[in-house]
């Protein structure tokens, strides 16, 4: 059992049976098609199609100069963002020393390198040397148990109208009491629950949490 297989629960190729799962599904190019596919082989983790398809349509909209990941896995959400936002660049933090070099690769082999700043070390230490008020897009995507400890900061980093969204928040409908909590993810679910009570309740945040891939919450910086 690896760290990550919670990442593929119910899942034959790394996609998430949702309702909305067959609908959406986003605009790759055959060279992301194919690095993702190699990813979940490997038992990479990597964003479901619904959570990228979101990516891709409300990026499209806010357009988003100065984007921030945290969890860069081999760069596949990072590709997917820097293709769908044509002027950005992207910061992206990777603790993972062979995932942050396949990411650097892949950054290269996609034309991207120019646009990246790729980051090997552990995201709660690297948030608090980054620029305040320097970002207007946040993907948040490391470990979720952490969540909650990086908002301060996170808020911090970004700029006023800027958005922090936040991957796996539903957890497998652990949160929404869908599906019993197994016992090994009980402080897990915990921390993903305080992140949500902290996310709804901010008066300096808007917030809303989708069901959406594994659960996004969208949070905007009044
Ligand atoms: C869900 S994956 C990221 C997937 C990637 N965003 C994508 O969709 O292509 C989470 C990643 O966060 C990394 N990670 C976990 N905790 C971290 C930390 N404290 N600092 C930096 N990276 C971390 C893991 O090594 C893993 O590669």
Do not use: W
Request: proline share 3%; with cysteine.
């Amino acid at each position: 059992m690896t760290e990550f297989d919670y990442a593929h629960k119910n899942t034959e190729n790394g996609e998430r049976a949702t309702k909305t799962a067959p609908f959406n599904k986003p605009q790759i190019g055959e060279e992301i098609q194919v690095l993702r596919q190699n990813a979940f082989k490997a038992e990479i983790p990597v964003s479901d199609d619904e959570t990228l398809c979101f990516l891709q349509t409300f990026l499209s909209t806010i357009k988003p100069q100065n984007i921030l990941e945290l969890g860069t896995a081999v760069g596949v959400s990072g590709a997917v963002m820097l293709k769908t936002c044509t002027g950005a660049h992207l910061t992206t933090v990777e603790r993972d020393e062979n995932f942050y070099k396949a990411a650097v690769e892949n950054f290269k082999s996609l034309d991207l390198a120019d646009r990246v700043t790729a980051i090997l070390g552990d995201a709660g230490e690297v948030i608090e040397g980054l620029p305040e008020n320097a970002f207007d897009f946040i993907f948040l995507d490391s470990a979720k148990v952490q969540y909650i400890k990086y908002l301060p900061r996170l808020k911090k980093l970004l700029k006023s109208g800027g958005v922090l969204v936040a991957d796996d928040v539903l957890l497998f409908g652990y949160i929404t009491g869908e599906e019993e909590v197994p016992k090994k993810r009980k402080m897990l679910v915990e921390h993903i629950k305080e992140y949500i009570t902290a996310v709804t309740n901010d008066k300096e945040l808007y917030t809303t949490v989708l069901d959406a891939g594994n659960g996004i919450a969208i949070s905007v910086k009044k």
